[in-house]
């Protein structure tokens, strides 16, 4: 059953092949089976999960299932579930249970899924190769030594191994495209404001993003189709009719323009990634796709500004978490000082607190101008690069990372070399478009990512290049072995 | 050396809007402690803010009541700091874009003059919550159910020069911000609080000295006392030869005097920036313009219709229009007796004292204005005096019934019956005999004085319910005879 992508498990259902159940009991009996070694999960809800399925069935033989009832899934760890730990992967809310749900949860659990676990990622969400999590790094089922990329890394590699059929992530700066490209997933970063943040553990509030991780571009449509809409909780959501994504696929892709940026197959690109998305570009040329090279000429500021912006809007977004009301409180504080010192130092990791401190060092008082203004004035010419590109092609297209998955401890060490990983990536969220990353093929055995940008709100078309391009090709077919 | 005082008010106004100013929770006051507080009021991870658009209009009331600029696309900024009761780590302020620009007003000098105070702007903002400090045996127990309360900062421009004029602006803004209704006024539960910034410099010179805040002060009489206070200490510092230093300082109103609380270099670097959980606030000319109709009658305006349709002087209707309720009382005790004069001296008065001493406000008045004008409306048809009517005031307030019920119940009717007053003058003056003799003996331009004498004696006897102008009348035409 978990050779199946989501699209083939739903039609299964249906047809009364299996039972949520039984499909359930499959993926929890995996996870138990091959999650000791990937540690892709942080929390397994077997008994949750088990009573959803059951609640599914029941729903399905009232003849009130939709295509997602009784599918399971797995959420990263960012989402607040009411009732089940979210930690975020840190020690300051190790101990932490929401009492109420994210709307991205809420949402999906109205559609009938059901809910295995919450997944691994990076700390509050900042890295790109999981291994900043509290509870140890993720294990990419490609490769054991090699990381699976971050943040969402959990969730890429448990889909990866098929532990879960989907998964939700999150994107910042390419959460869910890196560690879907490094774990030969598919997943989609919606324009910003597609799908509600609300419940989702704030990084960076102006870029922070949910979408669906799968097997392919028809399960993340069909998921996404649960996941986006206007939600009067979240003040950035956009009121905005959701077209059904699903129904949207299958219009065939000649004459569609598709723009190369020149900037994106520059030096650092590894030659292997660079032939593997040469290859998918001939594929789209088949396909009667028209190619126009391009220019997004502020593309080399992208990371610098990111990390700026992002680190600004993290270091105001934690500081809630302070040891007052909830999460990690350091022992015996002595005063106030101590209490919020200690708990914050204690509970935060290295990564976390350096991006706290570059973060409020952009803000203060005599750098604002020079670091944070500056940064947010640099991201609306990066926004109008993408703007006018546009207004010459459809979809952009490109690498989704400059080199396969890396080993692990390989950059943990040299913060510089780890954020260039998401150099691809990074512009996307600062211009708040919509972005995917689906496998392209394999350098030295591991899977490389093929991306495509869209315009704002575009994702019905994005989804639809992405899926002429997998009923062409069988790439995210492929399987790590053992798996 | 003379000095001149130089003062700037920030009023911290708490809108009445029956929700938070980011979240669906009550404001109400008084409540058990955490449980008017929700998810985004705790600042549990995940949540966000959603805009409450009442506060948004509160806001653009106020600015159009002091004919300000009304920032058409306003934007909230974080304000970083840590403190137990600011649960989310920052305050949801506004910074660089206030939803009011600038603006005036006019406030009322003892002098009779009035004078106009620059408003520099009003933004919205976020209340923090509460530390609780005692009853924890060394702990702080923190209660969040003010927390989101939507607050409306009044910055001025620095224009007062004397506590009496920081009380006096302090006053329009409270006259000003409960007329509008946009806030309840309630200087004791905090609704309504002051900080003010002091500094003094030599007459004459252009440059402003070193200034000192003084913070939440919730009274007007504070407002005075504190600045008196806090410019006598500034100027002896200058004058002994040292330097004031910035800083924020507390008024102890027990011994009348201000203390540091920290100074300029303990202050915090707020780390302002744009929130990027909340739009702008874009303000469409439209939506001003229709809440520019609804506007009541602002006060200086009503001030000046006191003036001219009930005759009352400039200090009586300033005195009457400070706050939206006493103004319709007022009115409502003018209109209903025909007697503006007579209402303004009772309201004014006897009212107002009762009150004070009540320690309570005109709506919790126990006696209502429809009893106050059946009270006036007797005097006016001499069934009572003035004096009379006191007493009867006194058992009104004291819950005893109408101006009607209190006279009868207690006989209090006066006596205008000419044969029974006469009767009493009468034996009055069969008993004074001699003091008869003294008056009629006396030069005629002595006797006016001397007739108080006999006045006081009939009233006396009448128990104070002859009519005082029968009485003269009568005694006169005995006496004189």
């Known amino acids: 059953m978990h050779t199946k992508t989501l699209a083939e498990l739903s039609a299964g259902l249906a047809a009364g092949e299996f039972t949520s159940v039984e499909l359930t009991e499959h993926f929890l009996a995996r996870i138990r089976q091959y999650d000791g070694e990937l540690n892709s999960f942080i929390t397994v809800s077997e008994e949750q999960a088990l009573e959803q399925a059951r609640a599914a069935d029941v729903r399905r033989g009232a003849g009130k299932a939709g295509p997602l009832t009784g599918i399971p899934l797995a959420h990263k760890d960012i989402f607040c579930t009411d009732g089940v730990r979210t930690s975020c992967a840190s020690k300051m809310l190790d101990p932490f249970i929401a009492p109420y749900d994210a709307t991205v949860v809420a949402r999906l659990g109205e559609a009938g899924m059901v809910m295995l676990g919450k997944t691994n990622m990076d700390e509050f969400a900042m890295g790109s190769s999981n291994e900043t999590s509290y509870y140890g790094p993720v294990k990419n089922p490609w490769d054991t030594q090699s990381v699976p990329g971050g943040s969402s890394g959990g969730s890429a590699a448990s889909v990866a191994a098929r532990l879960a059929p989907a998964a939700t992530g999150t994107d910042t700066g390419g959460s869910i495209r890196q560690p879907a490209a490094l774990c030969g997933i598919t997943g989609l970063k919606p324009t910003y404001g597609r799908v509600s943040r609300y419940g989702m553990i704030a990084f960076a509030s102006s870029l922070d993003q949910a979408g669906p991780m799968a097997a392919s571009a028809e399960d993340c449509a069909l998921l996404l189709n649960a996941m986006a809409g206007f939600d009067g909780r979240d003040s950035t959501s956009a009121e905005r009719e959701v077209p059904d994504y699903h129904a949207a696929l299958g219009g065939d892709i000649q004459g569609l323009r598709i723009g190369l940026p020149k900037e994106y197959f520059g030096e650092g690109l590894d030659p292997q990634v660079a032939a593997a998305v040469q290859a998918a570009i001939t594929e789209y040329k088949k396909l009667g796709a028209e190619l126009v090279e391009i220019s997004l000429p502020n593309t080399h500021l992208a990371v610098p500004t990111y990390y700026v912006v992002a680190p600004a809007e993290c270091s105001s977004n934690l500081s809630r978490m302070d040891g007052v009301r909830f999460g990690y409180r350091c022992e015996d504080p002595k005063d106030l000082e101590d209490l919020y010192k200690r708990s914050r130092g204690e509970g935060f990791g290295p990564e976390v607190k350096r991006r706290i401190m570059v973060g409020a060092y952009a803000l203060s008082s005599g750098y604002y101008d020079a670091y944070y203004l500056k940064a947010q004035q640099i991201r609306q010419l990066i926004s109008r690069d993408f703007i006018e590109a546009f207004k010459q092609v459809d979809v952009i297209l490109g690498p989704t990372t400059p080199t396969p998955a890396f080993r692990l401890g390989e950059k943990k060490d040299d913060p510089v070399a780890m954020y260039l990983a998401d150099i691809y990536t990074i512009a996307v969220n600062l211009a708040g478009l919509p972005g995917m990353s689906l496998p392209c093929g394999f350098a030295d055995k591991l899977p490389v990512g093929l991306q495509l940008i869209g315009n704002y709100f575009d994702e019905a078309r994005l989804l639809n290049v992405a899926h002429q391009y997998q009923l062409a090709t069988d790439w995210h077919r492929h399987l790590p072995d053992g798996f | ?481």
Not at chain 2, 312 to 334: C, H, I, K, P, Q
């Open chain 2, 1 to 481: 050396m003379e000095w001149e005082t130089v003062i700037g008010c920030e009023i911290h106004t708490q809108l009445a809007t029956k929700s938070k100013i980011f979240s669906g929770a009550a404001t109400a006051y008084g409540a058990e402690p955490n449980t008017q507080a929700c998810a985004v009021d705790l600042g549990l991870p995940g949540v966000l803010p959603v805009l409450n658009k009442e506060a948004v209009r509160m806001a653009v009331m106020f600015g159009l009541a002091v004919n300000a600029e009304i920032g058409k696309r306003s934007v909230f900024a974080r304000k970083n700091y840590f403190y137990p009761d600011l649960p989310k780590g920052y305050q949801i302020s506004q910074f660089e874009l206030p939803i009011v620009g600038k603006g005036e007003l006019s406030i009322e000098l003892e002098d009779g003059q009035s004078k106009v105070v620059g408003i520099t702007r009003a933004h919205l903002e976020e209340d923090a919550g509460k530390s609780l400090h005692e009853d924890f045996h060394g702990m702080t127990g923190i209660d969040l159910n003010r927390a989101g309360t939507p607050l409306l900062e009044i910055v001025s421009d620095p224009d007062m020069r004397s506590g009496k004029e920081a009380a006096a602006y302090m006053r329009k803004v409270h006259s000003l911000v409960t007329c509008l209704g946009i806030c309840d006024g309630n200087l004791q539960e905090g609704s309504f609080r002051c900080d003010v910034n002091v500094s003094v410099r030599p007459k004459g010179q252009a440059e402003y000295g070193t200034r000192a805040e003084i913070k939440n002060l919730n009274s007007f009489r504070f407002v005075e006392k504190a600045v008196e206070y806090e410019v006598a200490r500034q100027i002896a510092i200058i004058e002994g030869g040292g330097k004031v230093v910035q800083e924020t300082r507390l008024f102890d109103a027990d011994k009348g005097e201000t203390r540091s609380m920290r100074s300029k270099e303990e202050a915090n670097d707020y780390r302002y920036f744009p929130d990027p959980d909340l739009l702008p606030v874009v303000i469409e000319d439209d939506f001003i313009e229709a809440l520019r109709a609804t506007l009541p009658e602002l006060p200086d305006a009503r001030k000046l219709r006191f003036i001219e349709a009930f005759g009352l002087s400039a200090y009586d209707a300033a005195f009457l229009t400070g706050s939206r309720e006493l103004g319709d009382y007022f009115e409502a005790v003018a209109k209903a007796t025909g007697e503006a004069k007579l209402a303004a001296n009772w309201v004014m008065g006897e009212l107002s004292a009762a009150l004070n001493r009540a320690d309570t406000g005109i709506a919790d008045s126990p006696i209502s204005a429809v009893q106050l004008a059946g009270l006036i409306a007797r005097i006016k048809d001499n069934t009572i005096s003035g004096k009379i009517a006191k007493e009867v005031f006194e058992a009104m307030w004291n819950g005893e019934g109408d101006a009607d019920q209190v006279i009868d119940k207690k006989g209090l009717k006066q006596i205008t019956d000419s044969g029974a007053i006469e009767a009493i003058i009468d034996e009055v003056l069969a008993n004074n005999a001699a003091q008869v003799d003294n008056y009629r003996n006396a030069e005629p331009d002595k006797r006016g004085k001397m007739i108080g004498f006999f006045v006081g004696q009939v009233m006396k006897a009448s128990q104070g319910k002859a009519n005082p102008g029968q009485v003269n009348q009568l005694l006169k035409a005995k006496l004189d005879g």
